[in-house]
């Protein structure tokens, strides 16, 4: 499996920005799509935005309207721009290729993720 590498992680005061990005040599060859998760030690992994083969883009919930999932072919990257930054969004962000549960799914492993800490 292909190792996804995310950046961007940083820190940032409540209201502030950030842009992830995600890169997965190869997965737009493949025709698979991106998405984003992201986990607080000691809880779970929660989905948080994908971007699919055709375009088209999902978030959950916390983050519409806040956050922007968009992708550059050429150079096989995913980005996750983040506005207005809120503390509940702190946590390790991780890519991984999708839709879930598809042959894409499977097809790259979980990166070592980039931290994000929204603090005043």
């Known amino acids: 499996q292909v190792q996804p590498e995310e950046s961007g992680g940083g820190l940032v005061q409540p209201g502030g920005s950030l842009r992830l990005s995600c890169t997965a040599p190869?997965?737009?060859?493949?025709?698979?799509?991106m998405d984003w998760y992201r986990q607080v030690p000691g809880e779970q992994r929660y989905w948080v935005s994908s971007?699919?083969?055709?375009?088209?883009?999902t978030y959950t919930d916390s983050v519409k309207g806040r956050f922007t999932i968009s992708e550059d072919e050429a150079k096989d990257t995913v980005y996750l721009q983040m506005n207005s930054l809120k503390p509940e969004d702190t946590a390790m962000y991780y890519c991984?290729?999708?839709?879930?549960?598809?042959?894409?799914?499977?097809?790259?492993?979980w990166g070592q993720g980039t931290q994000v800490t929204v603090s005043s």
């Open positions: 991984k290729t999708g839709p879930r549960g598809t042959w894409c799914d499977g097809w790259s492993d």
């Open positions: 190869g997965f737009t060859s493949n025709r698979c799509g």
């Open positions: 971007i699919y083969t055709d375009g088209s883009t």
